[in-house]
Every structure is written in structure tokens, then in C-alpha cells.
């Protein structure tokens, strides 16, 4: 499986951006797809996780202004970025793994468990 990421751009303060997220070579089914935030001069970070079967997982930071979704017949994952502030700028990208039933999206997302990436797009929040 192979994964890139669209939807990055210039935004202001207070809007919106839907990410998404695109595998090709492969299908998700089976599969738990992360998405993390890297801003500019830190680490990356978890933001939400969604598993195999529809499970989603948010870090603190991002419950109340993002949403994770899937469409599996797509091979797509997306998050829906709302009420975006400066502090959101950063390059965001996906990732992906191969979800046996014990693992669990929560753990797999705190402890960023993801084997594939891809290779980011840029989200840039400024007036």
C-alpha cells in the first residue's frame, strides 16, 4: 500500500480544509489509518487514528474541531479540519498498518504504530 496525501493549502483563521488521504497499490480493508501533524521546527504528533472498522480515535487536541472518516469502497481516508487556527499550521500526513483484532486504534494512535507514510501536505493557517 502506498499513501498520498491532498487538500493542504493556504486557509484563514476560522476556516476549513478537508484532507484526504489515498492508497493505491492495495487495498485499507484490514487496515488502521492514522493522520499526524508535524508544525514547523517540532516533532510529528498523533491527531486521530480510525481502525478497521470504523473506530475512531482523537488526541485531546484535536476532539471538537476535527473529524476522521473513511470510505473504504474509495480507499480513502479524510480529516475534516474546522475552525483552523495559526497553531494548526504544519505539514500533515497519513499513515497506515495492518490491524490484527488485538490491536487496538487507540494504542496503535498514542504510539504512532504505523508502518507506511506518506509524504505530507501543507497546511498553512495565516490572515
Known amino acids: 500500500v502506498q499513501l498520498v496525501e491532498s487538500g493542504g493549502d493556504l486557509v484563514q483563521p476560522g476556516g476549513s480544509l478537508r484532507l484526504s488521504c489515498a492508497a493505491s497499490?492495495?487495498?485499507?480493508?484490514?487496515?488502521?489509518i492514522g493522520w499526524f501533524h508535524q508544525a514547523p521546527g517540532k516533532e510529528r504528533e498523533a491527531i486521530s487514528c480510525?481502525?478497521?472498522?470504523?473506530?475512531?480515535y482523537y488526541l485531546e487536541s484535536a476532539k471538537g474541531r476535527f473529524t476522521i472518516s473513511r470510505d473504504d469502497a474509495k480507499n480513502t481516508v479524510y480529516l475534516q479540519l474546522n475552525n483552523l487556527k495559526p497553531e494548526d499550521t504544519g505539514v500533515y500526513y497519513c499513515?497506515?498498518?495492518?490491524?490484527?483484532?488485538?490491536?487496538?486504534?487507540?494504542?496503535?494512535?498514542?504510539?504512532?504504530?504505523?508502518?507506511?507514510w506518506g509524504q505530507g501536505t501543507q497546511v498553512t493557517v495565516s490572515s
Open positions: 497499490q492495495g487495498s485499507l480493508d484490514y487496515y488502521a
Open positions: 480510525i481502525g478497521s472498522d470504523g473506530t475512531t
Open positions: 499513515a497506515t498498518d495492518y490491524q490484527a483484532p488485538i490491536r487496538q486504534i487507540a494504542s496503535m494512535c498514542r504510539r504512532t504504530e504505523f508502518g507506511t
